[in-house]
Nanobody, 128 residues
Framework: QVQLVESGGGLVQPGGSLTLSCEVSGLKLIYYSVGWFRQAPGKEREGVSCIDSNDEKIHYADSVKGRFTISRDKAKNTVYLRMTSLRPEDTAVYYC?????????????????????WGQGTQVTVSS
């Protein structure tokens, strides 16, 4: 059974930083594209960043480019999202997700296609 468990969320002041982790069990990350998504209150879920199985292609939403960094440790089967220069509009529940077959990480992030497994989410609140 596949499980994705996010952690690292919390309350942070504007301009601060957080690193989210997504520990994966039941599958080997080396075979999967993975991504981070978020959903703010009253808004639709959106893709934040996705990375392909070879770590060769990465997609970032325009709103987080230059501030967020996705990475993974395949030995630990864990995906990370380093978030810096956080803004109040980054407040949301953040989810990680995985796909074995999505042909392009931009498609995965923008259209949320090919996603087979989701985590339960972790809350990030940016507020003074």
């Amino acid at each position: 059974q596949v499980q994705l468990v996010e952690s690292g969320g919390g309350l942070v002041q504007p301009g601060g930083s957080l690193t989210l982790s997504c520990e994966v069990s039941g599958l080997k990350l080396i075979y999967y594209s993975v991504g981070w998504f978020r959903q703010a209150p009253g808004k639709e879920r959106e893709g934040v960043s996705c990375i392909d199985s070879n770590d060769e292609k990465i997609h970032y939403a325009d709103s987080v480019k230059g501030r967020f960094t996705i990475s993974r440790d395949k030995a630990k089967n864990t995906v990370y999202l380093r978030m810096t220069s956080l803004r109040p509009e980054d407040t949301a529940v953040y989810y990680c997700a995985a796909s074995t077959w999505v042909p392009d990480v931009q498609v995965m992030c923008v259209f949320q296609e090919g996603i087979e497994d989701w985590g339960q989410g972790t809350q990030v609140t940016v507020s003074s």
